[in-house]
């Protein structure tokens, strides 16, 4: 499946319009990755930890959206946007989310 942050898929023509999937990924942030952040912030650098947390709920909400379009026969996602978010007491929990429109295309 092409997924793309592009409203088109350039060489192909998009023949139906199957309607809009998204995907979401809600990750613990735990007190040893805060402790190891705080560290690179003082220092300098950058947070692994966070970094590969990110890489995780990406991967896990475009999984979650990809499954969805293929449930409605789609071929493809024009127009992918992902959005993060801290939820819950204190900012505990990382929010990611994924959006697009799911088509077929020839």
């Known amino acids: 499946m092409i997924i793309t942050t592009t409203p088109t898929i350039e060489g192909h023509t998009i023949k139906e319009y199957k309607g809009l999937v998204s995907g979401e990924a809600v990750f613990g942030i735990n007190f040893v990755k805060d402790f190891f952040a705080s560290i690179h912030d003082v220092f300098g650098g950058r947070s692994g930890g966070y970094e590969e947390t990110m890489r995780k709920g ?41 959006s697009g429109t799911a088509v077929v295309f020839e």
Do not use: D, F
């Open 58 to 98: 990406r991967l896990a909400a475009q999984t979650e959206m990809e499954k969805r379009a293929k449930e409605l026969g789609a071929n493809a996602i024009v127009g992918v946007h992902y959005g993060y978010e801290t939820v819950g007491q204190g900012g505990s929990m990382l929010l990611i989310a994924i």
